[in-house]
């Protein structure tokens, strides 16, 4: 989820990545799902030491949304990508109307 929300990544290497994701024992695919922003998509959810995490993906174009997460305490968390921008170079900023914009919930 990180990469996905971090790095641009080609047609190429997103396909790869889904592909792992599909092919990974133990992830499941959860629908419908909301992200913090509260978009409708498609989640894929695995669970570890009582805790779980879920990309959530748009269910008719497949681009992230976000991530959400629960404790083993019950606590919800979870981040959603609003934007993105690519600047021309290393070291350049993007405007400010260019910024990617990110929306974090804890509950």
């Given at each position: 989820g990180f990469m996905l929300e971090t790095d641009y990544l080609l047609p190429a290497q997103q396909a790869a990545l889904y592909r792992f994701l599909a092919?990974?024992?133990g992830i499941t695919v959860v629908e419908p799902v909301k992200d913090v922003a509260g978009r409708p998509g498609i989640g894929v959810q695995w669970s570890f030491d009582g805790s779980s995490a879920m990309l959530i993906f748009d269910s008719s174009t497949y681009?992230?949304?976000g991530m959400s997460t629960t404790g083993t305490a019950g606590q919800?968390?979870?981040t959603a990508l609003l934007q993105t921008s690519i600047v021309d170079g290393a070291g350049e900023q993007p405007t400010p109307s260019q910024?990617?914009?990110s929306t974090t919930s804890q509950a």
């Open positions: 092919t990974t024992p681009q992230y949304l919800v968390g979870g910024q990617s914009a």
